[in-house]
Structures are given as C-alpha cells and as structure tokens.
C-alpha cells in the first residue's frame, strides 16, 4: 500500500516540479523513478532492494508475473486514445507540406538510418536494430510543449513542431508494433508466411475494431443513449474493451484499435467531445505519472552498465546530430522555411511518453522469449529518451537566440470574441500582414471565422488550456472585444502578463460610455463614445473598415474630434507610411506622432 501511494505522490509532485520549471514531466518522472529503482538498490539501500519494486524475482512485486506488462499495455492503449482524439482531418489538410513530409519521409530517414545505426554500433539483429529506430520515431507533443511554451517563436515554427508531435506519435506506434510482431513470429526461419499473414491480421482487425466500435459509441452519445454522468467512464470502459477485443483476434492490434478509434471520434460531430478530451487527458496525467516510475524504477543497474561505454554516446550523437537534421533537410526542401528555422526544429526532437512506454513493453517481452540482444532494447531508448529530452529543455531556449528565431517583441494580436465587429478587425490585422487570433466559445461565430480565413480558436477564456496553447507564443496584444464587461475585464487582468506585455484593450462599458474621458480606463479601446453594442449597430450599418489619409497633426485632431460627435463613425487605428499600426485607446487619442502621409484606420460611414 505504501509503495503505492508513493508512486501516485510522487508522480503529481514531478508533474507540479515540470509545470513551475516549465519543463517536460517525463524528465522528473523518469529521474524519480531511477532514483527509487536501481539508484536505491544499488547505492541507498543495506539488502540490495528498490524502494519501489514493479517485479521481483517473477513472482513477487507491485506487479507479480504479466501484471506490469497487463498494466503498461492498457495505460498505454489510454494515451493513444487520448492523442488519436487530437487528429482533426481539417487540421492536417492544412498544416502544410512541411509536416506532411516530416511524418512520412523524416520518419523514414529515422527508421532507416536508426535501425542501420544501431546495427552497426552495437551490433543487434537487423530485426533489433528496426525495432529500436520504430519506438525513437516518435517526438510527442507531451514534450515539447513544455520546452516551446516559454519559447516565443513565429506561429510557423511552431505550428511544425507542435503537430509534428501529435501527429508522429501514433506512426511511430504502428511501426514499432508492426517490427515487432515480425519479430515474435519469425521465429529461427527468417521472414514466412506467418509473419504477413499476423501483419495482415493486425491492420484488419486494429483498423476494423477501431473503426466500428468508434461510430457505436459516437451513435450511442449521440442519441443521448449514454447518461451525461456516465459518460466519461462509459467511453474509458469502451477503450478498453476494444484494445482487449482486439488483442484477442490479432495479437498486437489492440494499439493500432485504439489510436484508430480516437481519430474516427475526434472526427465526429460530438456535443460532448470536449468533456471527454478534458476527462482523458486528465486521466493520461495521472498514468503518465504512474507508468513512468513504475517502468524507470523496473530498470535494473545491470541495464544501465549496459550502456556505460563509448558506443552509446556514439549512437545518441548520431541520432541527434546526424539524423534528425537530416530528416528535417530532406523534409523542408523548397519550403518557405529560412536556414535558421529549420535549424532550430532540427535541434528540437525530445522522444517521449509513447517511445518510453513501448520500448519497456515490447523490450520485457522480447527478453522473456529468449530473444539475443533484446536486453538492449529498453535501455537504449530510455538513453534516447531521456538525453533528448534533457538535451532539449536545457537548451532550446538558448539555441532559439543563437539562430534568431527568437522573437525579440511580440507583435501577434489576440482577439477576445469572434463576433462581426472582431471579424473585421480581424480581417483588416491579417491583410495589413499581422499574427492575429480569434477566441470565442461560440462555434457559429468560430466558424464564421474561419470562412474569413482568419484563425480562430473555439474554446472558453475561463479554460486554463489557453495558456497552454504554443501557438500563442507569438502574441504580444491582447483585445477584448466580447459583449459582457466581465469577461472583458477578467481576461485583463488574467492574460495581461502572458498575452498583453505591448498592450492589453478592452471596450468600455455602457456606465463608462457616458463618463468623461479621465474616468475611461486606461485599457480602454477605440472610443470613449462606443461600447460594444454602438460598435455592433455601426458594423451592421457599415460593414467595412475604412482608410482615410492624414493631411497634418491638425487634420487628424479634426478627424477625431468627428468620431467623438457623429455615432456612425468609430476610430480604431493608426497606420503610418510603413504600414505600421498603433491602436487607438479611448483614454487617450492623442498619438506621438502622426504626420502627413499617416492614414486614420476606422469603422463607420466613408468621411472625406
């Protein structure tokens, strides 16, 4: 009992020591879980013992027999799930050709060069060797959103990187599972008949019990068939029972069932599928805290003299320096891409949750059947694993300055409320050639959006998930723009620091409206005349934002002073002759410096 408490304690502890030093959890869990494991046993403990022991002897143990093999399987068949829920069909259309040929051909490049490398390096079975270079395809977005999180980077970089992740994790899965069963069915005869008719039978019933049972279970939601309150366990309970069904038909497929099941519901047209990202994800936190000590902690100091030699810092340097780079060279040819940013998401490749997790999986049973080398197999990628990952949150943020990709102002613009009037602002900021962002919680408005071309993110502002968003990392104004004067406040005074450091607008209220200008509050936005249904009202009347030219410093106080009397006519910007923009605030109008040649950007009738 004590030991597992211990666990559970000590894997929220490394998840809340990764959440303040703004790294990734894995680092401390796998470090905790060495410490508690074969560091104990060898250097703190008088018999010899491991404070937390998953087996011992077989037999004895957390986890006596299969036990831990049973349970390192269904967790991971969870966080599969999880991240297959991620997958949007819409979203991978448009991620461009860069990230297409990043998990197609760079996986390639790692999976051929890896399993070559490590063939010659250490001399493993060709089988091993791909074996070894399937589980290190995977980046995962567990690790690096962490390190790009207080990186502020342009949203391109970004963007790779982050889904990049989420998008290899499940590849890198399939591959590592289909090495495998080559490997368990080959047997001493080489490559047979048996080894395609298993392959064969892991993608028909992973594909086909992962299809099926993903539309029963979106029917089932759908039709209001499942109680509100039961529908987080009822989905949990699904997964596991399509892995487990799975397993039963075709040995092996119940992860390809699983990672399939996630991507059909994550693109279905759920009500719920919000709650149930939330739940799991939540769910995932907890067994990524579990599984990585128990798995750290069920290395053996035997394992760890294995790599104690020249040859593995050999293979991670190659891994690191040789194939990765390659791999993004090859992938972001004839890319927009400059020579600088594609350094720095070569530089940026930490392995995580799904590589560790597999290896263990895979590295333990390959080692029961007697399998020569096989003993090299989790080690070697927990090396990889945690060097890449150490390698990376150490040094990311340096390396970011080192090739200037580092932005030195942030100049992206985040707009709270997506309704007509933040649609045209929106539209008029991305056509001047600015980062801009649309938050709403209303799908309708979202969607509206998106026809614009404009981004725009469905979420709620209370959700701490927006802090977490990378893509953020770029915006450096924040505008709210919604209709209720407490979300518009609230959002001040929560995302000021992360969002707001060159300015934080919102739009006055109604009491605020009829006051004189010194009582406007200093983040007020536009005017000290228009709250948000006067701007309504004019953007319904005059859908367009228009430009007039500044004659003199005299012109545009005569042009203001027009806004301040006619209710049709609402500044909002000042552009200068280099297209830089400077919001107007209803606290003071007054401008630096605007000269001849300037334009006056505002919403409302034609003036001139």
């Known amino acids: 009992m004590l030991e597992l408490a211990g666990i559970i304690i000590l894997g929220i502890l490394a998840q809340w020591v990764a959440w303040k030093f703004k790294i990734p959890a894995i680092l401390p869990l796998i470090l905790i879980g060495l410490l508690v494991g074969p560091i104990a046993a060898e250097f703190l403990s008088d018999d010899g013992s491991k404070w937390i022991e998953p087996i011992w002897n077989g037999t004895k143990g957390l986890f006596p027999g299969e036990g831990l093999y049973y349970f390192v399987s269904l967790a991971i068949s969870i966080i599969l799930f999880e991240g297959g829920l991620t997958l949007k069909r819409s979203e991978i259309k448009n991620v461009g050709p860069v990230i297409s040929k990043l998990i197609t051909l760079g996986s390639a490049v790692t999976f051929i060069g890896g399993g070559i490398l490590a063939h010659l390096i250490f001399d493993l079975a060709w089988d091993l060797s791909f074996l070894f270079s399937g589980l290190i395809i995977v980046t995962g977005p567990t690790v690096i959103t962490p390190i790009l999180r207080n990186i502020p980077l342009k949203k391109d970089i970004s963007a790779v990187l982050k889904w990049e992740g989420i998008l290899i994790d499940p590849i890198g899965a399939l591959v590592a599972v289909l090495v495998f069963e080559f490997i368990s069915v080959e047997g001493d005869s080489g490559f047979t008949k048996t080894a395609l008719i298993e392959f064969g039978k892991i993608l028909l019933f992973g594909t086909t019990f992962g299809f099926t049972f993903a539309h029963a279970l979106a029917f089932a939601i759908n039709k209001k068939l499942i109680p509100h309150y039961l529908l987080n366990v009822v989905s949990l309970s699904t997964v596991l029972l399509v892995f487990v069904e799975s397993e039963i038909f075709a040995h092996e497929s119940g992860l390809l069932a699983v990672v399939v099941m996630g991507m059909v519901l994550g693109n279905s047209k759920l009500e719920n599928i919000k709650e149930l990202l939330y739940f799991k994800e939540s769910l995932s936190v907890l067994l990524i805290s579990i599984l990585f000590i128990l798995l750290a902690a069920n290395i053996n100091i035997e394992d760890l003299i294995l790599l104690y030699n020249w040859k593995t810092a050999l293979l991670f340097a190659a ?48 080692v029961k059947q007697g399998v020569e080398g096989a003993e090299y197999i989790t080690p070697l990628v927990f090396m990889i694993v945690l060097g890449t990952v150490l390698l990376n949150a150490t040094t990311a943020r340096l390396f970011a ?7 030195k102002k942030s100049e992206g613009i985040l707009i709270l409320g997506a309704s007509q009037v933040s649609r045209l602002i929106g539209k008029y900021l ?6 801009v962002v649309l938050i709403d919680s209303n799908q309708t408005n979202i969607q509206m959006a998106q026809e614009l071309g404009l981004e725009a993110i469905n979420t709620d502002i209370y959700s701490v998930n927006l802090e977490d968003n990378i893509e953020l990392n ?14 518009n406040n609230y959002a001040i005074d929560k995302f000021s620091n992360q969002f707001g450091e060159n300015g934080s607008f919102r739009l006055i209220t109604p009491e605020e409206m009829n006051g004189s200008i010194n009582n406007t ?16 009202e004019v953007a319904r009347k ?25 209710s049709e006519v609402v500044p909002l910007l000042v552009k200068d002759r280099s297209g830089i923009l400077e919001i107007i605030s209803s606290h003071n109008k007054a401008i630096d410096k605007v000269e001849k040649g300037y334009k006056l950007v505002y919403l409302g009738r034609p003036l001139g």
């Open 542 to 566: 005059y859908p367009e934002i228009q430009e007039i030219k500044i004659k003199s410093r005299e012109h545009y106080e005569e042009l203001i002073e027009v806004t301040n009397k006619d």
């Open 319 to 366: 891994v690191v320096f040789v194939l990765r780079p390659l791999a993004v060279l090859l992938s972001t040819t004839q890319s927009k891409l400059r020579t600088n940013e594609k350094m720095f998401i070569s530089w940026v490749g930490p392995r995580g949750i799904v590589a560790a997790g597999i290896a263990s999986l895979f590295g333990s049973k390959l």
């Open 401 to 407: 300055k080192v090739t200037g990709v580092f932005l």
């Open 474 to 487: 770029d915006v450096g104004f924040l505008m709210a723009l919604t209709g209720s004067a407490d979300i």
């Open 430 to 435: 991305v056509d001047n050639q600015r980062h």
């Open 521 to 536: 509050p200093k983040e007020g936005l536009f005017s000290d005349t228009d709250d948000f249904i006067s701007l309504t």
